[in-house]
């Protein structure tokens, strides 16, 4: 199943707001930066998990 539609069916409220900040860019940006935003500012609890996929590579994992 594609990411997209995963997304749909397990939080349609968050895919609905997404579609609006996507909007209000007028498309400019990808589906995903406005489902991210979205979700964080419907569960804030979860900025974690939003920062943990856009750090940079530990440069220990380099050496391994």
């Known amino acids: 199943m594609k990411l997209l539609a995963l997304r749909w069916l ?16 007028r498309g400019r940006i990808s589906y995903d ?11 804030p609890d979860e900025m974690v998990y939003r920062h943990h996929g856009h750090l940079a590579n530990d440069s220990r994992d380099e050496h391994r």
């Open 10 to 25: 397990l939080d349609p409220a968050t895919s609905l707001l997404a579609l609006r900040l996507r909007a209000q860019e």
């Open 33 to 43: 930066a406005p489902w991210r935003m979205a979700r964080v500012m419907r569960h």
